[in-house]
């Protein structure tokens, strides 16, 4: 049977190897209603040449969980579906402990969430849905409706705004028509949610989009500050029967003043005054030296935990898009390895960084030090003192509690001009403290990205400071 959810649904899956550090992973189950998956699928990795067996999984008497299998296959994988039975509503914070045969120690998952209504207590709560009930994955489109609603009143909102973004790229705006809703085909993966309507505040969700959801109400509130326009005496037409899904151009506008709209708090915003004057949009020469930039991308398996993975898409394809033809970007990946994932490319070719953009999937667990170190390496390729030399980091955790040496190779390159900035995705408090002393021993700053109004600017923002020609670097 598919299921009727509400847009605060998150619902994710993860690769992690075998082969990995003893510190803890977080899963974020997000807010959870009656109506809610509870459980999280990961993908247990084997990279070596000989069988390692699942020796035990500890866990409290509120979580459970399921295997495809207690040993993996040489260059293998299995499946681990945790699922959460939280008892009350509010906060919750267990401890999942997996004892592998090749580890001296376990590898330690922390799942945490809240539960924002009372729960049934009955039975079915303790019940990890089995592998065949729901699939896991499914490669087949099917059908969803998204409904607008007022969120006291439960009536359904013509005339709303619903723009989709799928794998960092927008996928289609639709205005709802009288019924307040729309159905679209649309692949198995995760989508972000953009809605706003006149009198309302703009929400941002997002929801793993399968076969077993048919439906998505997503809920409006009003916002107290905004006043009606006086009553004309021309007639107020009609909303349409139907929705209306915008022509591309359209649509890209309808986005761009959606999240215009929204309240950007953030570091990155407050650090340059002297930017108000140029327009956001502007990242002419005139105001901005040549950047050389190498992006060095966590993609350890956290990051494919909620909207992260499409939050650092979206802000780098907005990046891609202001690119000059004399700017050039790369990109370095760290998981349990680092790799050069692009070498740095001039900012015509738009469609090839995209691509490489799209590309991009979370496995493993996270080698932050070695990363920096080949992000330094790439952008010293095409190092000029009279450009805008950086490296920047973008990570949902703290990169460098592993990587004790990192820091000497940040001041080592800064003492040459190069910035070193952090963009956090998501970050949990304590780790943000630590991104913003990283990123001060390189000269840069901590950005952070929360929601989509974050990834539409804040990314493109902070390499407008770092090589606005009127700030001493």
Request: glycine share 8%; aromatic share 8%; charged share 25%.
């Given at each position: 049977?598919?299921?009727?959810?509400?847009?605060?649904?998150?619902?994710?899956?993860?690769?992690?190897?075998?082969?990995?550090?003893?510190?803890?992973?977080?899963?974020?189950?997000?807010?959870?209603?009656?109506?809610?998956?509870?459980?999280?699928?990961?993908?247990?990795?084997?990279?070596?040449?000989?069988?390692?067996?699942?020796?035990?999984?500890?866990?409290?008497?509120?979580?459970?969980?399921?295997?495809?299998?207690?040993?993996?296959?040489?260059?293998?994988?299995?499946?681990?579906?945790?699922?959460?039975?939280?008892?009350?509503?509010?906060?919750?914070?267990?401890?999942?402990?997996?004892?592998?045969?090749?580890?001296?120690?376990?590898?330690?998952?922390?799942?945490?969430?809240?539960?924002?209504?009372?729960?049934?207590?009955?039975?079915?709560?303790?019940?990890?849905?089995?592998?065949?009930?729901?699939?896991?994955?499914?490669?087949?489109?099917?059908?969803?409706?998204?409904?607008?609603?007022?969120?006291?009143?439960?009536?359904?909102?013509?005339?709303?705004?619903?723009?989709?973004?799928?794998?960092?790229?927008?996928?289609?705006?639709?205005?709802?028509?009288?019924?307040?809703?729309?159905?679209?085909?649309?692949?198995?993966?995760?989508?972000y949610f953009v809605v706003s309507k006149e009198g309302y505040l703009t929400k941002e969700a997002g929801i793993y989009v399968g076969p077993e959801v048919s439906e998505i109400t997503i809920p409006l509130s009003k916002d107290r500050s905004y006043e009606p326009p006086v009553p004309t005496k021309e007639p107020i037409p009609e909303p349409e029967e139907i929705a209306q899904q915008l022509p591309p151009q359209e649509a890209q506008e309808k986005l761009d003043e959606q999240l215009a709209n929204e309240t950007i708090d953030t570091t990155t915003q407050k650090v340059m005054p002297e930017l108000v004057s140029i327009p956001s949009e502007n990242f002419d020469e005139t105001y901005f030296k040549d950047v050389n930039v190498v992006f060095v991308l966590d993609i350890s398996s956290?990051?494919?935990?909620?909207?992260?993975?499409?939050?650092?898409?979206?802000?780098?394809?907005?990046?891609?898009?202001?690119?000059?033809?004399?700017?050039?970007?790369?990109?370095?990946?760290?998981?349990?390895?680092?790799?050069?994932?692009?070498?740095?490319?001039?900012?015509?070719?738009?469609?090839?960084?995209?691509?490489?953009?799209?590309?991009?999937?979370?496995?493993?667990?996270?080698?932050?030090?070695?990363?920096?170190?080949?992000?330094?390496?790439?952008?010293?390729?095409?190092?000029?003192?009279?450009?805008?030399?950086?490296?920047?980091?973008?990570?949902?955790?703290?990169?460098?509690?592993?990587?004790?040496?990192?820091?000497?190779?940040?001041?080592?390159?800064?003492?040459?001009?190069?910035?070193?900035?952090?963009?956090?995705?998501?970050?949990?408090?304590?780790?943000?403290?630590?991104?913003?002393?990283?990123?001060?021993?390189?000269?840069?700053?901590?950005?952070?990205?929360?929601?989509?109004?974050?990834?539409?600017?804040?990314?493109?923002?902070?390499?407008?400071?770092?090589?606005?020609?009127?700030?001493?670097?």
């Open positions: 049977m598919r299921i009727l959810a509400v847009i605060c649904i998150l619902l994710l899956g993860g690769f992690v190897h075998a082969q990995q550090s003893n510190s803890e992973d977080y899963l974020e189950y997000g807010e959870i209603t009656t109506q809610s998956k509870r459980y999280i699928d990961l993908n247990i990795g084997n990279p070596t040449n000989e069988k390692v067996y699942i020796l035990r999984v500890e866990h409290s008497s509120e979580v459970t969980y399921r295997l495809t299998s207690d040993f993996i296959e040489p260059l293998g994988t299995v499946q681990l579906r945790i699922q959460v039975n939280p008892t009350k509503k509010g906060n919750f914070n267990y401890v999942l402990k997996l004892h592998m045969s090749d580890q001296a120690n376990p590898v330690v998952y922390r799942l945490i969430g809240t539960v924002t209504e009372e729960l049934p207590d009955d039975n079915f709560l303790t019940k990890c849905p089995d592998f065949n009930a729901i699939p896991a994955k499914s490669a087949e489109p099917s059908e969803l409706t998204i409904i607008t609603v007022d969120k006291v009143t439960k009536e359904p909102l013509s005339k709303s705004t619903v723009s989709l973004i799928h794998n960092g790229q927008p996928r289609g705006t639709w205005i709802t028509g009288r019924l307040g809703k729309f159905t679209e085909t649309l692949p198995p993966g995760f989508f956290s990051m494919k935990m909620g909207e992260k993975m499409n939050l650092m898409k979206y802000s780098l394809n907005q990046l891609v898009s202001k690119l000059r033809p004399q700017d050039k970007m790369g990109l370095v990946t760290y998981a349990n390895t680092a790799e050069v994932f692009q070498s740095p490319t001039s900012g015509d070719k738009k469609e090839e960084l995209q691509k490489s953009i799209s590309n991009l999937k979370p496995l493993g667990m996270t080698a932050g030090g070695k990363g920096i170190k080949l992000g330094y390496k790439e952008v010293m390729k095409n190092y000029d003192p009279n450009k805008t030399n950086m490296v920047i980091v973008i990570t949902d955790g703290a990169f460098n509690k592993d990587s004790e040496d990192y820091q000497k190779t940040v001041q080592k390159y800064a003492k040459d001009g190069v910035v070193f900035s952090v963009v956090g995705i998501q970050t949990r408090e304590k780790d943000a403290h630590l991104m913003e002393e990283a990123a001060h021993f390189g000269n840069g700053r901590f950005v952070a990205i929360q929601k989509l109004a974050d990834a539409h600017s804040n990314l493109t923002q902070e390499i407008r400071i770092a090589s606005f020609k009127g700030i001493k670097k």
